[in-house]
Structure formats: structure tokens, C-alpha cells
């Protein structure tokens, strides 16, 4: 009888390895971007004027508010410290952005239910909340045959009430080596058109990389990126580029106590190979980003901005404006940018 049990115990654990190993090959060898894409049941809104209203804004999968630190940033935490904290989280964030409407949305690090957000769909609650936008989200990182327990399933999500036209995906550069040597990080940029005062804009969502060796492939997807814009402005369309782009975007010097140990992924954004007459939009006055190499106390943690847009030549800011949250939610803050096309470029 002992036998027979150690027996069906030792198939059991077999299976369980080599369901693992399939997991893992399944996960590495995969090159497809997942997407969810929503029409909203709302038509479309024709905005009553030339503005365009768009917000950006990282997530952090909920999972990044104050309590946190994160070991790849020096921290000690992987996960968040409790299913709690990434409710309370993810509440203060639905709460901000109703509290926030604008026309387009571009979210970065939102995340369906799994192992980065003990398992709390992120991604569909804010879906819930936005349900007079379109949602489009896909993958940049995601896992293959896994339980939603320790299941990867992360990326950006731009939501949209201009258009319920699905976005278009542009791949990017990555990075040689995938994450933990078996998960690849697809890199991509959402590209959504949409009609403003009867003008064509194309308005894209970013996440540029994090982690790179001296920001190598950072420099290479920022490149990418210009060369994509370009293209699209001289087939007439007004362009805007927002998210997060992991490099600096203008000098700050908000007080902090963090050494130089925390900065190692902190890149200067390319200023001077910016395309003649594009600029960089955001406000200098409210940090964006964080770091994490401990929970966050105000004044203790560097803090910088590397959230914003880039905009083209034919573009006026009307207003730019950062919402300074704390860091409760998230390891970002999000700003709210207005924005028309001028009349004579």
C-alpha cells in the first residue's frame, strides 16, 4: 500500500515538472502579442472643439503604491504585501481617473488577474470603470499555460472615446535577454487614429525599456520611435506620443535622500536628436516616477519625470498639468495634457 501511495506520488510530481517544462518552453519560444480589444457601447464622441484631452499614466500593475519597494530596483519585495494593499491601490486609481476624464487614456503596466497582482484583475476593473471608452490592451509581457496564481499577463492599455476603431501595434526593439532567462519582453507601441476638428491625429501609447545594459535599447526604441512619427506626420496626421519612457525628460531637483546605487537605470532623454520642431511636453513642477529600492517617504525616495509626451511641430499645448498623488498608488503619477492642432504650423 506504502508502495502504490510513494508511487502515484512520484507520477504525480513527474507530471508536475514536466508540465512546468512545457509551461516554460511555451512561454520562452512565444513571439505573439496578446490583445483584449472592447468596442465601448457609447458611440463615439465628436468633441465639441478643436482640444484634445489625453491623460498618461503607469499603473504599476497596482501593485506598486507606497508600501512597496521592488527587488530588481534594490528593494526586498517581488510581490505586493497583500491582496489589501493592491485593492486599495487599484481604488485610489479607478477613483483618479473618473475624478480625471479626458478623451484618450494612455495607461502603461495595466495587468489582467495573476502573480504581480496577487491574482486581482487590474485590468478589468479599470475596464469597468472606463466603459464609455474603447479599451485596447496587449501583452508585453505574458505567460503561457500557467494558473492565474503565477500567470504574466501585463501591458499597456489606451482607452478611447473618440474612436472605436482598433489600434494598430508597431513593434520595438528588445532587449537581447528575456526576464528571468525565460520570459521575453515584446516591446510595441499602440498607434490610434482619431478625427479632432475634422483633422487626423495619430496618438500613440509607449513603454520603453526599463532594465537595458547602459540604455542601449532604450536609445534604439526612442530612434525607433522618431522614425514611426515622422512617417506618420508627413501623411498629414497631427502626432502624439505619451507614456513612459524610462529616460529622464528634463533635469529635476526634487530632494531626496536616495544614493546613487538606486539611479543605476536612469538614462537623460536624447534631446538633441529630436526631429527639427518636435518637443517634449509635461510639467516640470510634479514628479512622475519613484524609485523603489524602498517603500516610499516623501523626500526619501529619488523621484524624477520620465512620463510625458512627445508632440508634433503642428501641435499647441493649451495646458499641461501633473497630478501629485503621493505615490499611493503607484510607483507613477499621472498628468492631463490639452492639446490642439495649430492653425499655422
Request: hydrophobic content about 40%; aromatic content about 8%; overall charge negative.
Amino acid at each position: 500500500m506504502v508502495k502504490r501511495v510513494l508511487n502515484g506520488i512520484l507520477i504525480l510530481l513527474v507530471l508536475m515538472v514536466a508540465y512546468l517544462g512545457v509551461a516554460i518552453a511555451a512561454t520562452y519560444f512565444n513571439k505573439d502579442i496578446r490583445t483584449v480589444f472592447r468596442k465601448s457601447d457609447t458611440p463615439p464622441v465628436n468633441p465639441a472643439g478643436p482640444e484634445l484631452r489625453v491623460m498618461s499614466w503607469n499603473l504599476g500593475y497596482a501593485g506598486l503604491g507606497e508600501e512597496s519597494d521592488f527587488k530588481a530596483d534594490g528593494g526586498q519585495m517581488l510581490l505586493p504585501p497583500s491582496k489589501a494593499v493592491v485593492e486599495k491601490n487599484l481604488d485610489g486609481i479607478t477613483a483618479t481617473l473618473t475624478e480625471n476624464p479626458v478623451d484618450i487614456y494612455l495607461l502603461q503596466e495595466t495587468a489582467g488577474a495573476g502573480l504581480l497582482n496577487r491574482s486581482i484583475d487590474v485590468r478589468d476593473r479599470v475596464a469597468s470603470t472606463l466603459s464609455d471608452w474603447s479599451m485596447f490592451f496587449s501583452s508585453d509581457i505574458g505567460s503561457k499555460l500557467l494558473p492565474t496564481p503565477v500567470r504574466l499577463d501585463h501591458g499597456p492599455a489606451t482607452f478611447n472615446r473618440l474612436s472605436n476603431t482598433k489600434p494598430e501595434i508597431i513593434r520595438l526593439p528588445s532587449e537581447p535577454e528575456p526576464i528571468m532567462g525565460f520570459i521575453p519582453r515584446h516591446y510595441h507601441v499602440q498607434v490610434s487614429d482619431v478625427i479632432v476638428a475634422g483633422q487626423a491625429w495619430s496618438v500613440i501609447n509607449l513603454h520603453l525599456a526599463a532594465f537595458d545594459e547602459g540604455g542601449d535599447t532604450r536609445f534604439e526604441q526612442v530612434n525607433a520611435v522618431f522614425e514611426l512619427a515622422q512617417k506618420l506626420h508627413a501623411k498629414g496626421k497631427t502626432v502624439v506620443i505619451g507614456g513612459d519612457w524610462n529616460m529622464r525628460l528634463t533635469d529635476t531637483d526634487f530632494p531626496s535622500t536616495s544614493t546613487e546605487d538606486a539611479l543605476f537605470w536612469i538614462h537623460d532623454f536624447p534631446k538633441d536628436k529630436l526631429p527639427k520642431g518636435w518637443k517634449l511636453v509635461f510639467d516640470e513642477t510634479v514628479p512622475t516616477v519613484r524609485t523603489n529600492e524602498r517603500p516610499f517617504k516623501t523626500d526619501e525616495n529619488y523621484r524624477t519625470i520620465i512620463d510625458g509626451l512627445l508632440v508634433s511641430p503642428d501641435v499647441d499645448v493649451v495646458s499641461v498639468k501633473g497630478i501629485d498623488l503621493g505615490f499611493q498608488y503607484t510607483d507613477h503619477q499621472p498628468a492631463v495634457f490639452t492639446l490642439k492642432k495649430r492653425t499655422n504650423p
